[in-house]
């Protein structure tokens, strides 16, 4: 069965972190890239980081250098690292996996065929 599942959400005071974590099944994470998204009540979803097949990552300007992707092919697991986490980080977030050889970052959702239910993340200020 093909599918993503995320974890490692919760609830956690401003200044505090967390490591989200992606483990994929039906697939192999090696032939593509992986990206993950994030959306708050109200919002659009929006693209915060994604980790390309060689390891290349790209983060939004609101998480750099507080936001950390990371993968683990022999887990097949995606790991989001966040640190001195902010109340506007607040949101439900996804990953998602672009198609077998999409091996490239996209911020667009349309270039991410499958995706993960989420996992809540809420920051008390």
């Known amino acids: 069965q093909v599918q993503l599942v995320e974890s490692g959400g919760g609830l956690v005071q401003t200044g505090g972190s967390l490591r989200l974590s992606c483990v994929v099944s039906g697939f192999t994470l090696d032939d593509r890239a992986i990206g993950w998204f994030r959306q708050a009540p109200g919002k659009e979803r929006e693209r915060v980081s994604c980790i390309s097949d060689s390891n290349g990552s790209i983060y939004a300007d609101s998480v750099k250098g507080r936001f950390t992707i990371s993968r683990d092919n022999g887990r097949n697991t995606i790991y989001l690292h966040m640190n001195s986490l902010k109340p506007e980080d607040t949101a439900v977030y996804y990953c998602?996996?672009?198609?077998?050889?999409?091996?490239?970052?996209?911020?667009?959702?349309?270039?991410?065929?499958?995706w993960g239910r989420g996992t809540q993340v809420i920051v008390s200020s």
């Open positions: 998602a996996a672009r198609p077998p050889s999409g091996v490239m970052c996209y911020e667009s959702l349309v270039e991410y065929e499958l």
